[in-house]
């Protein structure tokens, strides 16, 4: 076979493999306090991972986010609308291990996404399919009594296949998950990001 058929083949294998690969990756959380520039204004931000252990076989983990400010404070950052969401917990059912709740932070075309993952009956010990949900970090409102930062959900879908444990949902997102109805133009386009 000659050189330059081989170089062909092999530059095309290569092109077939960029071409099919993702634009996301998912975030590796450490037990503890992870820095990360979650609101891309180049400052160090946190996401605090923590165990919740209650005495069973399995422990839970929490997840807390934290913005911080120009003026070196930490500004919790809660997950969906409500003001009262500001720790997030995994969900096992004792025993087993499986989770029923979950959430994976994503790097999507260089911006921080969330994404969660609920069994639709959190005591089952059967396959169920996952509600995913996605979220961008939104700026609030520089007003009285309005929460600076905060998750929005953007996305949901409910996973195609059924599982024991909803990690395995998360196999399930694509980039059109990720950047549904161009929703990461929007995105790119408001000033909080």
Not at 67 to 80: R, S
Not at 110 to 118: E, F, K, P, Q, R
Not at 120 to 135: C, I, M
Not at 173 to 188: G, H, Q
């Amino acid at each position: 076979m000659s050189m330059l058929l081989r170089f062909a083949i092999m530059y095309l294998c290569l092109i077939s493999i960029w071409g099919t690969a993702s634009e996301y990756e998912v975030i590796k959380l450490k037990n503890g306090s992870n820095q990360l520039d979650l609101n891309g204004d180049g400052v160090k931000d946190i996401v605090f991972k923590g165990m919740f252990d209650n005495n069973t076989s399995f422990v839970n983990y929490s997840y807390t986010f934290f913005i911080k400010t120009k003026y070196n404070d930490f500004i919790h950052v809660p997950i969906g609308e409500s003001h009262s969401d500001i720790i997030y917990w995994d969900g096992r059912l004792s025993g087993i291990g499986y989770l029923y709740q979950d959430l994976k932070l994503i790097k999507f075309k260089s911006i921080l996404l969330l994404v969660t993952a609920v069994k639709e009956n959190h005591g089952s010990f059967d396959k169920e399919k996952g509600l995913l949900s996605f979220y961008f970090l939104k700026k609030g409102a520089q007003h009285p009594g309005q929460i600076p930062y905060q998750w929005i959900r953007y996305n949901s879908k409910h996973s195609e296949n059924k599982y024991y444990s909803v990690d395995e949902a998360f196999d399930e997102i694509s980039d059109e998950d990720l950047a549904i109805n161009n929703r990461m133009d929007k995105i790119k386009s408001e000033p909080a990001i």
